[in-house]
T-cell receptor
Framework: AQRVTQPEKLLSVFKGAPVELKCNYS??????LFWYVQYSRQRLQLLLR??SRESIKGFTADLNKGETSFHLKKPFAQEEDSAMYYC?????????FGTGTRLTIIP | EAGVAQSPRYKIIEKRQSVAFWCNPI?????LYWYQQILGQGPKLLIQ??????VDDSQLPKDRFSAERLKGVDSTLKIQPAKLEDSAVYLC???WGQGRYGYTFGSGTRLTVV
């Protein structure tokens, strides 16, 4: 069975400081990893996916198969980054979410 | 493109009553998902449709929950009878293909069972 672990429920970072949101997954096959974000009063939306190797809003995430991790990083936090972030793993046809990390950027 | 539409936005019912939620996915998205998100937890998949067929309903409490997607477009999720622990946000999502490029979520229905 798939499992996605986000060890931090809450994370506070000063504006301009680096951000790292941790995500670890367990899946016997080759999963596809995603980060979703939910801003206040908005719907859950896709932030980025590992297959695209893209940078969205300054965020990047690298899949590390050895450590089974997919941590989300941004070098300089901005106030508008405050939101709920969910890591998700797609194995087979099923998308499994972690419990989420609430990121708060301190001005 | 229009997003995933869900209604109602909020619903308060008493335990043992029944409730239904509606979802209209993005046009052309063959795959539709219902997720349950309990406060403080991540979304949990209840049921997945491919067109009008069920792909995965392994986590759907079938003694009280049912869902259908008769014409392969919009879908309804029903709870009968509701329990206190069903209080949650019910999210509908749709995807092109099998979701390899991500899902598009609706705004959800917040259900409170009292």
């Amino acid at each position: 069975a798939q499992r996605v672990t986000q060890p931090e429920k809450l994370l506070s970072v000063f504006k301009g400081a680096p951000v790292e949101l941790k995500c670890n997954y367990s899946y016997s096959g080759s999963p596809e990893l995603f980060w979703y974000v939910q801003y206040s009063r908005q719907r859950l939306q896709l932030l980025l996916r590992h297959i695209s190797r893209e940078s969205i809003k300054g965020f990047t995430a690298d899949l590390n198969k050895g450590e089974t991790s997919f941590h989300l990083k941004k070098p300089f936090a901005q106030e508008e980054d405050s939101a709920m972030y969910y890591c998700a793993s797609r194995g087979g046809e099923k998308l499994t979410f972690g419990t989420g990390t609430r990121l708060t950027i301190i001005p | 493109e229009a997003g995933v539409a869900q209604s109602p936005r909020y619903k308060i019912i008493e335990k043992r009553q029944s409730v239904a939620f509606w979802c209209n996915p993005i046009s052309g998205h063959a795959t539709l998902y219902w997720y349950q998100q309990i406060l403080g937890q991540g979304p949990k998949l209840l049921i997945q449709f491919q067109n009008n067929g069920v792909v995965d309903d392994s986590q759907l409490p079938k003694d009280r929950f049912s869902a259908e997607r008769l014409k392969g477009v919009d879908s309804t999720l029903k709870i009968q009878p509701a329990k206190l622990e069903d209080s949650a946000v019910y999210l509908c999502a749709s995807s092109w293909g099998q979701g390899r490029y991500g899902y598009t979520f609706g705004s959800g229905t917040r259900l409170t069972v009292v």
